[in-house]
Each structure stands twice: as C-alpha cells, then as structure tokens.
C-alpha cells in the first residue's frame, strides 16, 4: 500500500471511529448542548436554567442554554430531533409538545418517534385568576356567572391551542359551562389585561402569577392540581371548588434525539433524578409552585403518550387547528 493510501485509509477509520456515539463510560466529556424552544423569560426557561446549571455540576460537565423560540416550541424541538444522538445536544419539552400533533395539521417531525424521553423534570401547576376586585369571589361565584350568563364571561390564555387555552375548554367541558376564549400572543399582556379588568378569567401558570397573588393584584380562585398547593396553601382545588375530577398540569420533560444509546438514557435520567433532589434545586424552584419530579425514561415515555391522547381529545372539543 502507498503511503497516500495507507494515509488515507487511516483518515477514514478515524473518522469512523469518531461516528461512533460515546458510550455512558466516557461520556460525557464535553460541554452539552440544551435547546429550550421557548423564549427568554418563560417559565420552561427559568426551569430549564436552573436545571442546567445543576444537571451540569451532576455530570461534571457544563449545559449550555440555548432559545429557539417561536411557533410552539416546533423550530427548536426541529433542531433537537435533527441533532446527533450522541447526547450532546438535549432539549426541554412542556405540553405543548404533545399538543401539537393534534393542533397542527403538518408536522416537521413525529412527536414520538424521531425524540427519545429521558426524564419529566416536574410539573407547573396552573392557577385560576381574576382582577382583585372582580365580582367573583369563589370559584362557585364564576361558575354561576358563567352559566347565567352563556358566552358573555371571556377567558384569556397565551394563544390558540396553547396549555393555557385547552385547561380553559376542559374547564368549560367538566363544568358544563360557555365562556369565549380571547388568545393573547404571550402571556403578559394577558397577565395585564386579566389585572385590568379587560378579560374577566384566566388560567395562567402559577410561576408568572404568584408574585402578583401574593401582594394582592390578582385574586387566586382555585388551582388546577389534585392537591392543594404548598405556595397557596389556601386556594382549593378546582375539585374542592365543585368541578369535579379536574387536574390538568403543564409539564417539562428532558429529551434526546431518536436513538441514544441506553446506557447514555439511563446516566441522564440518573442525573437528573438525584439533580431535581438537590436542595439548591428545590429552594429555587418550590417556591415558584414548580413541582420537581426526575422520573424514569419509562415513565417520561408514558406520560407523553398520556398527554398526546388527552389532548387530542381537548383539541377536538375545541374545535381548533393550525395550517
């Protein structure tokens, strides 16, 4: 053999050496890579931050942030699904992700298929809201104002097909009630149309409202857990306030692209069960009403699957759909 050749020979068995995806011995030995398809400032955002950080001192490796916002989360989760499966490029999934499917009628990428589930890092409850001097003092107070008066009572969220917008149709399918819903483009406009007065109810996620709660802008009807909340403690649930067996939480999840490596899966997932136990992490996030979790692949699976069939079901009784 020519010494070109045999120099060529070696170029492309290293290169195919280096194809081949890190095994969970080595790995990680870089920086990661974590998309977050959501915009600076969100509450997927300030979750993801606060676990990346964490996560990456769990891994002895730094996680990078990146925003790749816009259109429901679909551009940056199309980045993530066309990544490497190599697990150096990961991404944070909320509901949306399981919306989406049944929302729009052309995918980039099949929700299942093309990610591969690591973890649900927890869950962010939702929260009933009105004015502080709204007329409605209970949640019984809104319920009957809403079924005296059919359709005149708007509800707000952060958009069409939005987690914000189908808790607002479960809302009105197990109370059996009509309310118009008003989409916003984000949620703090909403947030200040909903203290003003402009819209009369929302549901909105419970770390972008506590604060306005708490110091009595926003008045608190009834929370969309099973349980009631640690952070207000007394605010009962939508159950306890009449509409019986409603729980409907947003949710994030730690995801890769299709086809990386088990052993890879699993030391993720164990990092990030043990990083969401981390009192740095909880004292971060728990008073915020985030509810930290770190499951197993199986269950980040499952749950997905779950999601995606409840939320056809409420993008059906919506009525709503996307080009």
């Known amino acids: 053999m020519t010494p070109t050749r045999l120099l060529a020979s070696c170029a492309l068995a290293l290169g195919a050496l280096c194809a081949v995806p890190a095994?969970?011995?080595?790995?990680?030995?870089?920086?990661?890579?974590?998309i977050v398809p959501t915009s600076p400032g969100s509450t997927a955002d300030m979750v993801?931050?606060?676990?990346?950080?964490?996560?990456?001192?769990?891994?002895?490796?730094?996680?990078?942030?990146?925003?790749?916002?816009?259109?429901?989360?679909?551009p940056g989760t199309r980045q993530l699904v066309s990544a490497k499966p190599d697990g150096y490029t990961l991404g944070i999934v909320s509901s949306n992700h399981a919306i989406n499917p049944s929302l729009y009628k052309s995918m980039p990428y099949d929700a299942v298929k093309d990610i591969t589930p690591i973890s649900v890092i927890g869950t962010t409850p939702l929260v009933v809201v009105v004015a502080e001097n709204a007329p409605y003092k209970?949640?019984?107070?809104?319920?009957k104002a809403a079924r005296t008066q059919p359709g005149k009572i708007n509800y707000g969220s952060s958009g069409t097909g939005s987690v914000l917008h189908l808790a607002g149709e479960l809302l009105k399918s197990k109370a059996g009630v009509d309310m118009?819903?008003?989409?916003?483009?984000?949620?703090?406009?909403?947030?200040t149309d909903v203290m003003s007065g402009q819209i009369q109810v929302a549901f909105l996620a419970i770390p972008s409202v506590?604060?306005?709660v708490q110091a009595g802008k926003l008045r608190a009807l009834a929370v969309s857990t099973p349980e009631r909340l640690a952070v207000l403690p007394g605010v009962p649930t939508l159950d306890e306030a009449g509409v019986k067996g409603y729980s409907y939480d947003a949710w994030i999840s730690l995801i890769?692209?299709?086809?990386?490596?088990?052993?890879?899966?699993?030391?993720?997932?164990?990092?990030?069960?043990?990083?969401?136990?981390?009192?740095?992490?909880?004292?971060?996030?728990?008073?915020?009403?985030?509810?930290?979790?770190?499951?197993?692949?199986?269950?980040?699976a499952q749950t997905l699957a779950d999601e995606i069939t409840k939320s056809q079901a409420l993008v059906k009784a919506a009525g709503v759909s996307i080009e």
């Open 48 to 74: 993801a931050r606060v676990v990346a950080e964490n996560l990456g001192k769990t891994l002895a490796q730094p996680m990078i942030v990146e925003n790749l916002a816009g259109a429901a989360g679909i």
């Open 180 to 191: 118009m819903h008003i989409p916003y483009k984000g949620g703090n406009a909403l947030i």
């Open 210 to 212: 506590l604060a306005q």
């Open 256 to 300: 890769g692209p299709a086809n990386l490596p088990a052993d890879i899966v699993q030391k993720l997932q164990a990092a990030a069960r043990k990083t969401m136990q981390e009192p740095t992490v909880l004292k971060a996030l728990s008073p915020q009403g985030f509810v930290a979790q770190g499951s197993s692949a199986e269950q980040a």
């Open 23 to 34: 095994s969970a011995a080595d790995y990680p030995d870089r920086p990661i890579r974590l």
């Open 138 to 143: 209970t949640m019984a107070d809104l319920l």
